[in-house]
């Protein structure tokens, strides 16, 4: 279809155009967008700036004019500045910063040093090594319950064991992994 008979079929029957418009330029106007917004934005942000843009194009199609170029062209340009526009907003909206002189600065700041996050991190790897040498299948049903939060039903027929004996097995693999974590002096 040429660009002329775009703009009469946006004259004459608009939904008809829209639809054509987005089968012919969806794909060019998603990659615009998607180039510009990649590293910021989430799926729906994309797919949202996507149907502005559409939306634009319709709002503005009157002033499209072949001097000027294609209607391609066009529809590029809106894609374009709309994507950086869209940009612009989100970088705001995902880095505020925060002034040392607002009252809720303070929650901005944590006790947490380097020394403490690398010991949690020593102590979960501690936590991970004695849940799995506790052996099969007391170390899976711990994970499947603890970590993938199953119940004694799922984790049962995932083992294929009766529930009875998966709600047995916990209570033992609780007991061996609370006495081992004791013994490396973790206590929870």
């Known amino acids: 279809m040429t660009d002329s008979e775009y703009i009469n079929m946006l004259e004459e029957n608009p ?7 987005i089968d012919q330029y969806g794909n060019l106007v998603y ?8 590293n910021i934005s989430s799926r729906e942000d994309i797919e949202d ?3 502005d ?10 002033k499209f004019s072949y001097q000027n170029g294609t ?12 994507a950086i526009d869209e940009y612009r907003r989100l970088t705001k ?17 944590t006790d947490e040093t380097p020394e403490k996050k690398a010991a949690e991190k020593s102590e979960k790897k501690l936590i991970w090594e004695i849940i799995q040498n506790l052996g099969e299948p007391d170390s899976i049903i711990l994970i499947q319950q603890f970590f993938y939060d199953k119940t004694v039903k799922e984790t049962a027929k995932f083992l294929s064991m ?10 033992r693999a609780r007991e061996k992994l609370k006495k081992s974590l004791a013994e490396a002096g973790i206590t929870y």
């Open 31 to 38: 990659a615009i967008v998607l180039n510009k917004l990649k």
């Open 71 to 82: 209607l391609k062209a066009f529809i590029s340009t809106i894609a374009k500045r709309t």
């Open 162 to 171: 009766t529930a009875a004996a998966v709600q047995k097995r916990s209570v």
């Open 53 to 62: 843009i559409f939306v634009e194009i319709f709002q503005n199609y009157k």
């Open 93 to 109: 909206k995902y880095s505020r910063s925060v002034s040392i002189d607002e009252d809720n600065a303070d929650d901005f700041f």
């Open 15 to 21: 939904d008809r155009a829209y639809s054509l418009m």
């Open 49 to 51: 700036c996507v149907s």
